[in-house]
């Protein structure tokens, strides 16, 4: 059975919640090693903030590029079906024949770095005409009065019947500016993916 897909704890654990969604939406629950689970939380939140405290700055690019190694090699010594790749600058867009908009067609999960007023790492899962479906771990109600406003957009969608895949709908367009404002890659320098197939079912 899939799980739902996960919101984060605290302010800081965007990142290792992402990359654990992403293990979600691609496994069944009983085919993931509680060890992944482990190892992968280890790994992330590497960070320092300005006081020198531990973990309050989230999670680095070198920390995913590093769990991207070590899940493939996780994969190869367990044979569990999982392959991963890393892409950082201008390999970071959406355009016809990039290697992110083919990975999310041939139903990859993608673990990417973008803007929530600061650095954030959400989870995509899809594509629907020239829009991207991902899910975001930080928690918000469409609802709520106290709403920020830059989320009153058709830029911006709120999904809320698809707990195991999406919970924003966002324009691919905004997501490829290089600004950063909310659901936006921002300049080339910081950019990052981490791709994740399942290698036993393509």
Known sequence: MKNLLNYQTSEYDCG????????????????IYPDLVKFIMLY????????GEPC????????????TSWLNHFGATKHFPLHCEYYSGEQVTFAPGNP???ALKKGAAIVLFLYLEVGHYVLLTGMEHDRILLFDPFYEEEDDPELDQEYATEEIQFISDQPK?????????RLNRLTSDYYEMG????????VMFRTDLS
Not at 187 to 194: K, M
């Open 165 to 173: 895949k999406a919970n924003r709908s966002v324009a691919i367009e």
């Open 56 to 67: 309050k700055h989230g999670t680095s690019p070198a920390a995913m590029n590093y769990v």
């Open 16 to 31: 290792p919640v992402s990359i654990l969604n992403g293990i979600r939406y691609l496994f069944e629950r009983e085919e």
């Open 100 to 102: 992110l908009m083919e």
């Open 187 to 194: 300049e080339f320098s910081r950019r990052e993916a981490l």
């Open 44 to 51: 992330c939140m590497d960070t320092y903030n300005d006081q």
